[in-house]
């Protein structure tokens, strides 16, 4: 390539990559410094200050249009290399390269303490932090410290504000592109996490752990006002808002307050009309997932509540409880 020296085997790659790179998906930096619109970025200006190439999402500068490419991956999530013995992907060619020593190479580095082994010293470095509990990078801003210059980096976004990855399909954005690739589940329905018992699949494994004591009945979380269990911690922290009468959060349009900010962001969509989720088979849409949920069961036919009298199976528990009715005698309407 002419602009940015990257050699390739093919003429039409070097055409791919042209095109890639096109004007369109960057701008100048009249002084490495200065961004098209005029403010200052926060990068320090390469020497000479000859003009750069400007990333048009954090105005980063770069010295070249291959720089750019490759960095232009921290916000697309795009992984184009991949392993071709256990198809993990990567972002850049030098990520692969070292990744495929995991498959190849001798690990001749030992751990003392716990005998794992390495390929690189510097890999047995960084892991003996984990018995020394070593942490030299430090946040600037709150001193919290970490053991290795990725999780500060990540951890930084706490303050910044900055959410470099993004969906591309409802485009809401995310500081961490593990947490981009767990919301990504919600749009393609996998649910990689099987239970044993049942076989309900679940998109992360504390949620199979979570729905796990449903079968053993461990309820290992307790509230200490009222001495009640509960088998989620997320549950247990309901009631004790019920005993402070906490309503921390509130609705910026009707002014209702609620207890928790997740319940508040599920009222919101009330106001918006939002329906984030998507039936795959018929493409009727839905404020909830747990209203997905049940919806698919009209298209799987499956019905998880059975009746321990009869063994008749139901999909609702609604329908269940009614269902039970007959059994007690009980009457609903006089």
């Given at each position: ?7 390739f ?11 890639v790179?096109?004007r369109?998906?960057m ?10 619109t005029g403010?200052r ?5 390469f020497r000479g200050h000859e003009p750069?190439?400007?990333c ?5 500068c770069?010295?070249s249009r291959?720089?750019l ?12 290399f991949?392993?071709?013995v ?12 070292r ?6 190479e ?9 005998n ?10 960084i ?7 070593e942490?030299?990078f ?15 980096n990540?951890h930084l976004r706490?303050h910044?504000?900055e ?16 947490v981009l ?8 329905g996998?649910?990689?996490f ?24 461990e ?8 001495e009640?269990?509960?088998s989620?911690?997320?549950?247990l922290?309901r ?7 906490k309503?921390?959060?509130?609705c ?6 609620f207890n928790?900010?997740s319940i ?20 009727k849409r ?6 997905l949920?049940?919806?698919?069961r009209i298209?799987?036919?499956?019905r ?8 008749k ?14 059994h ?7």
């Open positions: 390539c002419e602009i940015c020296k990257k050699p085997s093919r003429s039409n790659n070097i055409s791919e990559h042209k095109s790179n096109s369109e998906t701008s100048h930096c009249e002084k490495c410094v200065r961004s098209p403010k970025s926060t990068m320090r200006p750069k190439l400007l048009n999402i954090c105005n980063k770069f010295s291959y720089d490419e490759s960095h232009t991956r921290v916000h697309s999530g795009e992984r184009p991949s392993c071709e256990c198809k993990r992907k990567f972002a850049h060619r030098s990520n692969l390269n990744h495929l020593r995991v498959h190849t001798v690990r001749l580095f030992s751990c003392k303490l716990c794992k082994r390495f390929g690189q010293h510097s890999q047995l470095k892991h003996l932090r984990v018995h020394t509990g942490r030299p430090s946040c600037e801003v709150c001193k919290k410290s970490f053991g290795q210059r990725y999780n500060l990540a706490v910044t504000g959410r470099p990855f993004s969906c591309k399909m409802c485009e809401k954005s995310f500081s961490h592109l593990s690739n767990r919301h990504l589940m919600i749009h393609t996998q649910r990689p099987s239970c044993k018992v049942c076989h309900k699949r679940f998109t992360q494994p504390y949620n199979l752990n979570d729905h796990l004591r449903v079968h053993t009945g309820r290992p979380f307790s509230c200490k006002m009222c009640k269990t509960f989620q911690l997320s549950v922290n009631p004790l808002l019920i005993h402070t009468e309503r921390p959060f509130s910026n349009v009707c002014h209702k307050r928790q900010h508040l962001n599920k009222h919101l969509r009330l106001h918006t009309g939002e329906r984030p989720f998507s039936c795959k088979l018929c493409k839905f404020t909830h997932l747990s209203t949920n049940v919806h698919l298209h799987t036919g499956e998880p509540f059975s009746c321990d009298v009869c063994k199976m139901f999909a609702h528990r609604g329908n269940l409880i009614t269902h039970l009715r007959t007690s005698g009980q009457r609903t309407f006089a």
